[in-house]
């Protein structure tokens, strides 16, 4: 390509960096700008909101870019426009597959119109939550993205003072920080005690990790199980085993060996994790017990192996999609100064029906 001067686009690239050399050491917007043959607003603009500009706009600021190796100065950025275009996401663990699907919309709505994500790990037990938001805090991004509801109080007065927009997801509360994107935990664990009523179980129990959302969802199980007649008579509950979050295949095999010793006779299983459930399938069929011919089986989560799985696993399907991208709506319309309808959204939940229940 050869820009108005007769010049070869490659000698400029060659001569802006040789001048940042000399002068301050870096290539500057000004520079990749002259390079692209727009004006500084206009590249800037190509960076930060490449929707904003032409496909051939766009082409060749990317390309002066790629020739200068020039990095945008975010910090400066952020104090001459008082936006980062960065927004924080908390999660429990980016071990467990769970997130992974709200954590991809996320980042991919965010990066549409130019934001950036950035991804911090909590903990199960929010051990290192405080610290994690002072860390989050002091960056002052555009929005934070959390992972359930804040139960810390020093946490919730920080997020509050900061002014940051914040949104909580996968819970539910009338009383957010800001905004929420979430579902039920106790519906689902009644929803699927009801579900199990009706395809004949009468004797259910559950494997659950020992985080909060978990717990929630086991406890208004057990509740809608007795409720329901699904115990054994006499019983102050159903039986259940509790293991440490984030859950795994070897815990569900180790849980369903533990519910067997003292409770021969279950006919159905619920458990906090996809997981979970796979490792539930994996020792009845270890011990020869037919699923779900003697015991029915149900995860949470549906994630990408349930369906293939033989049996097939009937899970609690969440739309991991729909949460990120409304997260991700919710923060740009309010760092960019747009009011948020509908700022609480219960996007609720829904069982997928397949054969291991």
Not at 168 to 187: C, K, Q, R, Y
Not at 245 to 255: H, Q, V
Request: charged letters at 20%.
């Amino acid at each position: 390509m050869i820009d108005k001067l007769n010049k070869p686009v490659a000698d400029d690239a060659a001569e802006v960096k040789r001048r940042g050399r000399r002068g301050t050491g870096s290539v500057t917007l000004r520079d990749v700008a002259k390079l692209a043959g727009v004006a500084p607003i206009t590249a800037s603009r190509a960076l930060n909101s490449p929707s904003a500009v032409s496909p051939l706009v766009l082409e060749r600021v990317q390309d002066a870019v790629r020739r200068t190796g020039y990095v945008p100065n975010m910090l400066a950025g952020g104090l001459a426009s008082s936006k980062s275009r960065l927004v924080a996401a908390v999660v429990p663990t980016i071990a467990g597959p769970v997130f992974q699907e709200s954590v991809h919309s996320l980042t991919e709505a965010l990066a549409e119109h130019g934001y950036q994500l950035m991804l911090g790990q909590s903990g199960y037990q929010n051990s290192r939550e405080d610290a994690l938001l002072d860390a989050i805090i002091g960056r002052r991004p555009d929005g934070v993205v959390l992972t359930g509801i804040m139960r810390s109080a020093d946490g919730r007065r920080r997020l509050l003072a900061s002014g940051i927009p914040v949104v909580e997801t996968w819970d539910l509360t009338a009383t957010p920080i800001d905004m929420l994107v979430g579902f039920s935990h106790e519906n689902i664990g009644i929803a699927v005690a009801e579900y199990l009523h009706e395809r004949g179980c009468r004797r259910v129990a559950s494997i659950n990790g020992n985080d909060d959302r978990a717990v929630r969802r086991h406890n208004a199980f057990a509740q809608a199980a007795l409720r329901l007649g699904m115990a054994a008579p006499g019983a102050a509950g159903i039986p259940s085993h509790v293991v440490q979050a984030p859950t795994t295949l070897a815990s569900g095999r180790e849980g369903l060996s533990r519910l067997l010793e003292h409770s021969p006779d279950i006919d159905a299983v619920f458990c906090s994790s996809d997981m979970l459930a796979l490792g539930v399938l994996t020792e009845a069929q270890a011990r020869g017990i037919p699923v779900p011919r003697q015991l029915a089986v149900c995860g949470f989560g549906d994630l990408g192996f349930a369906r293939d799985l033989h049996p097939a696993l009937t899970t609690v399907r969440i739309d991991g999609t729909a949460i990120g991208q409304l997260a991700a709506r919710f923060i740009m319309d309010r760092a960019e100064g747009r009011s948020v309808d509908q700022p609480i959204r219960d996007i609720g939940f829904s069982i997928v029906r397949r054969d291991s229940a």
